[in-house]
C-alpha cells in the first residue's frame, strides 16, 4: 500500500513565518521602550542630583550655583549617553512660597532615539523630568 501526501502540508512553514514576524515586531518594540526607559531614569537621576545639589549651594550662599548645577547635571547625564539628543535642563527657579523657605525649580529634557518604532514613523521619544526642592533658610 502506497501513502498519499495529505493536502495540509506547508501550512508550519506559513504559520512559523507570520509568527516570526510578530515576535520579532514585539522584540523591536521592547528594545526601544527599554532604551528610552533607560534615558529616562539616568535622567531623572541628574535631575535629582543637580536639585539637591542647588539647595545645598543655596544654603551656602553660593553665587555661581548655575555653574554647580551643571557639572553635575553633566556628570550624572553626560553627553551622548546612549545615544540621547537635545540633552538639557531648565532652570533653576528659586522662589520664596513661605518666610524662611525657599523652593528650587529644575527641570531636564532629552530626546531618546528609536530604532524599530521608525517602521511606524515615530523618530524620537521625549522624556522631561522635574524636581522641586524645598530649604529653610
Known sequence: MQRTRDSKGGQTVILIAMLSTFLFSL???ATDFVWAYV???RLTSAV????LSAVRALGRGSANMGRVIG???DANFPSG???????SYVGPTITTP???VRSVWLEGRATAPTFF???????RC???????????T
Open 27 to 29: 522584540a523591536g518594540l
Open 39 to 41: 534615558i529616562k531614569q
Open 48 to 51: 535629582d542630583a543637580a536639585s
Open 71 to 73: 557639572m553635575v547635571f
Open 81 to 87: 549617553f546612549m545615544m540621547a539628543r537635545n540633552i
Open 98 to 100: 513661605s518666610a524662611g
Open 117 to 123: 518604532l521608525r517602521i511606524w514613523g515615530s523618530t
Open 126 to 136: 521625549r522624556s522631561r523630568q522635574v524636581r522641586r526642592r524645598r530649604a529653610a
